[in-house]
Each structure stands twice: as C-alpha cells, then as structure tokens.
C-alpha cells in the first residue's frame, strides 16, 4: 500500500517535470524562429552565394558553382590588399584616438565638480546625431570655398591665405618618410578628415563607457597607492587599467566591428574615392552586379572581425576571481 501510494504521488511529479523541460522551449520557439529567419538563413544564403556566381537573368536568378573562385579573385586581387589596408589604418588610428580622447574626458567626469552630471549629458549630443546627418555636418566644415567652417574659421585667424581641399585624395607630408608610410595605407588628407567626423561622434560614448568602469574601482585602493607613494601612472598601470579590461573588451570588439565594415560616412563624403572593404563590397554587389564576390567578401570581413576579437579576449577576458 506503502509502495502503491509512492508511486501515485512520483508520477504527476515526473509528469510536472517533464513539462517544465518543455515549457521553456515552447516560450522560446518564437524568438528561434524569427532567429532562423532573419540572421541564420542569411547566412546561409549568402556562403552559397559566394560558393557560385550570381546571375541574375529573364525570369530568375542563375547560380553557376565556382567553389573557392570568389574568394581567390580577391587574394589575387591588389585592390583587396590596398582596402585592407585602409580599413586597417582606418580602424587602428580611430580606436586609439578615441581611447586616448575616451580615457581622457572619463578622467576628468570621474571627478567631482558642480553640473557633473549636466556636462555626462551633454556629451552625449554628439553619439545621438544620426550618421547621415553627422557625415553631411562635416562635409559642409570641410567644404572648399568660403562657405566651408574650416576654411572661414582658419582665414579669420590668418592661419591660411587660400582656401584648402580639406577632402582631397592626396599623401599628406609629401616627400617625407611618414608620406611613404600614409602612402603604403592609402592614408590620404581625406581618410585624416574623415577619421575626426567619426571619432567626434563615438568618442563620448567611449567615454561614458570607460566612467562607468572606472566608477566601480573602490577609492580604497587609490587611498593605499597615495600611502604608498604611487604617482598618477602607477596609479593607472597597477589600479585602473587592470579593472577596466572587461570594459575595454566591450569597447574594441563593438569598435572595431563597426570600423572594419564602416561605410555610410565614407560614402556619403567621399562616394566611392576612399576605397575601404565595405565600399569593395558594394561595388561588386550594386555596381558591377558580382553577388557571389560580394558576399564572398562579406565573409572575408566576417572572419578578420571574429579573429581579432579572438585576440582581444585572448588578452583581455578576465574571469571570476582573477583580480
């Protein structure tokens, strides 16, 4: 009877966990729906289209197996290795720019001072204007008559006599050592002018980002580095740089994937002139019409974003426990 009784009460217990185990699944077969559909079948899609080449013809769209072909033609391909390494520079002198800047303005908001909490508002205006509207703002700064803020702004103090191409694809320190180097990048006056648009954009946020870590390292620890004797880098080297690895992982993950594929600035100032990868690709997709090269190099990009944010946590994750 004892035994008859045990059972009774297990089996809907059984039962209850069995539709606990279910439960959860069906709340989230909607949301891996919508996944599939919009993020996983693209995918998909498109490394089969870089596998063929894409034609679009009367009444469809032909697709002819190539294998590796797409991808060869841009190892084979100079103007691959000049975009990568625009988008190269373009990336690494933004991120440090915006680190340095970043570092910088977060330092100075981590300190207490009357209308503190005005000014983390203000500085955000910047990282709130749309990208369109920020890239026409400062094609009109750089416009080259009169009507261009620099140049008045730089007349005005006599700092230049004539109006200057603040957008114009030449080596900047021509003749110079550093002019071969800018050379070799693709680094010209216009990319230089197009890096400070965008960082004065991004930069607040990177800010705000590095305030928020610096405001949870206990003042204890600056506290005993003051007794200690530490000076302000010793300070910055052994306390603050250490704890903010979590945060500088968020920040150069998030900023190099969206550096390594920009392209609404860099067109809509300079249209097709400075040749990073995301413009490669829209030219062989929607000018020249080679869908499968285009997205063979969508993949390309995909796999240098995913290797060095690889590095990035390689050096910078930090577990539980480790500080």
Known sequence: MKGLLSRKINKPVMLAEKKDGIYPYILLAPSILILLAVIVFPIFMSLYMSLNEVRVIAGGIKYTFKGLENYLYFFKNPLFWESLRVTTYFTVVS??????????????????????????????????????????????????????????????????KENVVWLREVTPFAGSLMAKFFEWCGASRALHMIIIGDTWKVTPLVALLLLAGM???????????????????????????????????????????????????????????????????????????????????????????MALAFVYMKFLYVEEGDE
């Not at 890239?135 to 008559?145: E, K, L, P």
């Not at 190099?256 to 400075?274: A, G, K």
């Open 95 to 160: 991120l440090v720019i915006e680190l340095i800047l970043g570092f910088f303005m977060a330092s100075i908001l981590n300190r207490e001072f009357w209308g503190r909490n005005i000014v983390r508002s203000l500085i955000l205006i910047p990282w709130a204007v749309p990208t369109v509207v920020n890239a026409r703002i400062w094609q009109w700064i750089y416009n080259a008559n009169d009507f261009g803020a620099l140049n008045r702004i730089l007349k005005g103090l006599n700092i230049i």
């Open 215 to 305: 405001q949870t390292i206990p003042d204890s620890f600056y506290e005993a580095a003051d007794v200690d004797g530490a000076n302000w880098w010793q300070k910055f080297k052994y306390i603050t740089l250490p704890r903010l690895k979590p945060v500088l992982l968020v920040i150069l993950v998030l900023r190099t994937m969206e550096l390594f594929r920009v392209f609404d600035i860099l067109y809509i100032i300079m249209s097709y002139q400075v040749k990073v990868l995301s413009i490669l690709t829209y030219e062989n997709g929607f000018v020249f019409l080679k869908f499968g090269r285009a997205a063979a190099l969508s993949f390309i990009i995909g796999t240098i974003i």
